[in-house]
């Protein structure tokens, strides 16, 4: 394994332990917070940028088309009538934790979900809220948006539960991330669905989303990645299957970026994360996990 020393850009060996040996078991009523207040002011200051094709968000306004496209093929399929309907999302209610300016919310109310953005950043709320406002067809049903600043963990105090939790490019950006993912998976109900996308910590993806990204082309501000924080494909998969037998990762896939057609794409197979199948070529992916009904 590899830690990046940033000052100097060198790579050097260390020991770093899968995250579901990292932190204690979650009680009840968490008594903690998973936000990281350095990570929520640094989104706060671009907040009015979440929408800006030319801004610092773009190339996560152009994720978003596969990610929702994926989050649909796996709860409905991609060629069910539901799919067909415009509106597989009908009746479904939805978490969007972590949810910015609202470039995933948005998507999935349009396609019927009934949708709770929240985020930790008043900023980032306020910029989401103030977005939808522009688009009427947001309000006219069947899908419903709820925008709050909250976190994961009030929300969870407060006894909600959904059929699907959404955690897009967030668990990189919080402390304690198994913490984190606990709470979310404590938010999903019995026979809900979990969906989760981050950043692979590979000398690859360093190399891509730090070295090149943030230091060379200058597409984020350096600094807006921290690689240490980065989980591989294999330790989130075991951290969710450390929560008991409720709990079954059903899919997890590699997410590229084409620089010819600039697309994001989605691996066509289930398993298929690293470039060939090799974990040291992970960069992004994206992964469901399900809870099962209880008996």
Same mark, same amino acid.
């Given at each position: 394994m590899l830690?990046?020393?940033?000052?100097?850009?060198?790579?050097?060996? #260390?020991?770093?332990?899968? #995250?579901? =040996? @990292? %932190?204690?078991?979650?009680?009840? /009523?968490?008594?903690? *917070?998973? !936000?990281?207040?350095?990570?929520?002011?640094?989104? *706060?200051? /671009?907040?009015?940028?979440?929408?800006?094709?030319?801004?610092?968000?773009?190339?996560?306004?152009?994720?978003?088309?596969?990610?929702?496209? %994926?989050?649909?093929?796996? @709860?409905?399929? /991609?060629?069910?009538?539901?799919? $067909?309907?415009? $509106?597989?999302?009908?009746?479904? =209610?939805?978490?969007? #934790?972590?949810c910015g300016g609202g470039l995933l919310s948005e998507s999935l109310v349009r396609l019927g979900g009934d949708v709770v953005g929240a985020d930790a950043s008043y900023d980032n709320i306020q910029m989401a809220k103030l977005h939808a406002r522009k688009?009427?067809?947001?309000?006219?049903?069947?899908? /419903?948006?709820? %925008? =709050?600043?909250t976190t994961a963990e009030d929300i969870l105090m407060g006894g909600e539960l959904f059929?699907?939790?959404?955690?897009?490019? #967030?668990i990189e950006h919080v402390d304690q991330p198994l913490e984190f993912l606990r709470t979310c998976t404590r938010l999903a109900?019995?026979?809900?669905?979990?969906? @989760? *996308?981050?950043?692979?910590?590979?000398?690859?993806? %360093?190399?891509?989303? !730090?070295?090149?990204?943030?230091? !060379?082309? =200058?597409?984020?501000?350096?600094?807006?990645?921290?690689w240490h924080k980065y989980i591989k494909s294999r330790e989130l998969r075991e951290a969710i299957e450390s929560f008991g037998d409720e709990w079954d990762v059903k899919d997890v896939r590699g997410i590229s970026w084409d620089p010819f057609s600039r697309q994001w794409k989605i691996a066509e197979r289930n398993g298929v994360v690293g470039i060939g199948g090799y974990e040291s070529l992970e960069i992004n992916y994206i992964m469901r996990a399900s809870r099962k009904l209880t008996q």
């Open positions: 830690r990046c020393t940033l000052n100097n850009i060198r790579v050097q060996p #260390i020991r770093v332990q899968p #995250i579901y =040996r @990292l %932190y204690t078991t979650l009680n009840n /009523k968490p008594d903690f *917070s998973t !936000v990281n207040k350095a990570e929520v002011q640094k989104f *706060s200051d /671009k907040a009015a940028e979440w929408w800006d094709p030319s801004g610092e968000f773009s190339m996560l306004q152009l994720l978003n088309p596969p990610r929702v496209s %994926y989050v649909r093929d796996q @709860l409905v399929g /991609k060629d069910s009538e539901a799919a $067909k309907s415009g $509106k597989p999302f009908k009746g479904i =209610r939805m978490l969007d #934790i972590g688009d009427p067809s947001l309000w006219r049903g069947p899908g /419903k948006l709820e %925008y =709050r600043n059929d699907v939790v959404l955690a897009m490019e #967030i109900r019995p026979g809900g669905d979990l969906f @989760l *996308s981050t950043m692979s910590r590979t000398p690859v993806a %360093y190399a891509l989303t !730090v070295l090149l990204a943030e230091k !060379v082309l =200058r597409m984020v501000h350096d600094g807006t990645h921290d």
